[in-house]
């Protein structure tokens, strides 16, 4: 029985099977390195894959997004990319973010704060490196490294939306002004929570093989054989788990039923 989750901590097996996330940063756990996957290929599986990944988003691998500090990435806040430029919703589903972020090909982003903000997480970030500090938007555009006249535009525009009440560009429902005084921007950059792909299996978890048949007394489930259940892109949050829970009851069980068989 393969239970060994995903593959979303092997920089190899991304590059091969998720390459929308290479060099990106996963929270997942260290030990998903892609073994029960190996395992699988190793003994005929069929494989499917189709470069698909829990997409999200945090400020490093070293701090939690529960942490206070990584927890900043959940304010709607104006995002601008590397050119200082606004791309997205901010209040959009995680995963829609993501997708957004790797399409704008920004190696990094950055979160505006001003007004009444998480002073105390927000210190700790400069202190770290990860966020900058200024009193008005060109010195942030400075300190972030992004073109001033660009960042100014960008402010301009979200000004002019959160006054109206309606971002027509985006949709972010929650957008608040900006205004200088107090700012700070934090460094916020693609990451992952899991890997999409793994071993073919049919509804009794049974691992089939590259013809279609059933491989003895193989039997995998979670993310190790989650590579039919998505297309690219994360549906809905939760839906993992569910999965998870579902597909290995009905494969555990099958499996100690085929004993003795
Ligand atoms: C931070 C975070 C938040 C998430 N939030 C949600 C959420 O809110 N809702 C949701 O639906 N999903 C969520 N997910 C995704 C979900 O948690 C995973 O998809 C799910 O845990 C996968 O379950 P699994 O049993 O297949 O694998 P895992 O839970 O990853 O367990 C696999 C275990 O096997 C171990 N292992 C690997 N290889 C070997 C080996 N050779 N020998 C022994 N052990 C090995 C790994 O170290 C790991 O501990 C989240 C994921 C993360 C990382």
């Known amino acids: 029985m393969l ?22 940063f996963c929270y997942a756990a260290s030990g998903n ?14 494989i499917v894959a189709k470069d698909g990944v829990i997409g999200f988003r ?8 529960r942490a206070s500090l990584g927890v900043l990435v959940f304010y709607p806040n104006l995002y601008v990319d590397e ?3 606004r791309f997205m919703n901010e ?42 500090k200024a009193d008005t938007f060109e010195e942030l555009a400075e300190a972030m490294g992004v073109p001033a006249d660009n960042f100014l535009a960008s402010v301009e525009r979200f000004n002019e939306l959160a006054e109206s009440g309606e971002d027509e560009d985006y949709g972010n429902p929650v957008i608040a002004t900006i205004e200088e005084g107090e700012l700070y921007a934090l ?15 049919n509804l009794q978890g049974e691992v089939m093989d590259t013809d279609g048949n059933p491989i003895q007394g193989l039997y995998a489930a979670g993310e190790v054989a989650n590579g039919q259940l998505y297309k690219s892109v994360y549906p809905a949050s939760g839906t993992f788990i569910t999965a998870v829970f579902v597909l290995a009851r009905d494969a555990g069980k099958e499996a100690a ?5």
């Open 187 to 201: 460094t916020v950059l693609p990451a992952t929570l899991g890997s999409f792909g793994g071993a073919r299996v």
């Open 58 to 65: 945090g400020v490093s691998p070293d701090r939690s997004y």
């Open 3 to 24: 239970a060994t989750g995903g593959f979303s901590q092997s920089p190899e097996m991304i590059d091969e099977y998720g390459p929308t996330a290479s060099g990106q």
């Open 91 to 132: 209040a959009n589903y995680y995963a829609l973010m993501y997708e957004d972020m790797v399409e704008n090909e920004s190696d990094e982003f950055y979160s505006i704060f001003s007004g009444e903000v998480p002073a105390e997480a927000l210190e700790e970030g400069v202190e770290d490196g990860c966020v900058v």
């Open 83 to 85: 050119k200082g430029e």
């Open 33 to 46: 390195v892609g073994d029960g996957l190996r395992m699988a290929k190793e003994a005929g599986a069929d």
């Open 257 to 261: 039923m085929s004993i003795g068989e």
